[in-house]
């Protein structure tokens, strides 16, 4: 029974770590390679410094999240393209 006990506290310890670790929300591991057309694009914004591989986060009008590659070039055009159109809203 004291190891059960035992086992429970250390999983919700665990489960409190995880919850309110000050870790990144979204990383980006891969990125896709498949070119996104502006008027899909609702926004966008860089991935977190602690994040293992930096990234930027699109997100389409359909509320997909989609990493890509900031280095890319198609990339930054689109992220230009983006910001001129927001900022002229």
Same mark, same amino acid.
């Given at each position: 029974?004291?190891?059960?006990?035992?086992?429970?506290?250390?999983?919700?310890?665990?489960?409190?770590?995880?919850?309110?670790?000050?870790?990144?929300?979204?990383? !980006?591991?891969?990125?896709?390679? %498949?070119? *996104?057309?502006?008027? /899909?694009? &609702?926004?966008?914004?860089?991935?977190?410094?602690? !994040?293992?591989?930096?990234?930027? %986060?699109? *997100?389409?009008?359909? /509320?997909? &999240?989609?990493?890509?590659?900031?280095?890319?070039?198609?990339?930054?055009?689109?992220?230009?393209?983006?910001?001129?159109? /927001?900022?002229?809203?």
């Amino acid at each position: 029974p004291v190891c059960k006990w035992a086992r429970l506290d250390f999983l919700l310890y665990l489960k409190l770590t995880l919850k309110f670790s000050q870790g990144p929300d979204k990383c !980006c591991f891969s990125f896709s390679n %498949i070119k *996104i057309p502006i008027k /899909q694009v &609702e926004s966008h914004h860089t991935t977190h410094l602690e !994040c293992h591989r930096s990234g930027i %986060i699109v *997100i389409t009008k359909a /509320q997909r &999240e989609i990493c890509v590659d900031p280095t890319e070039r198609w990339v930054q055009r689109l992220i230009n393209l983006v910001d001129m159109s /927001q900022s002229s809203d």
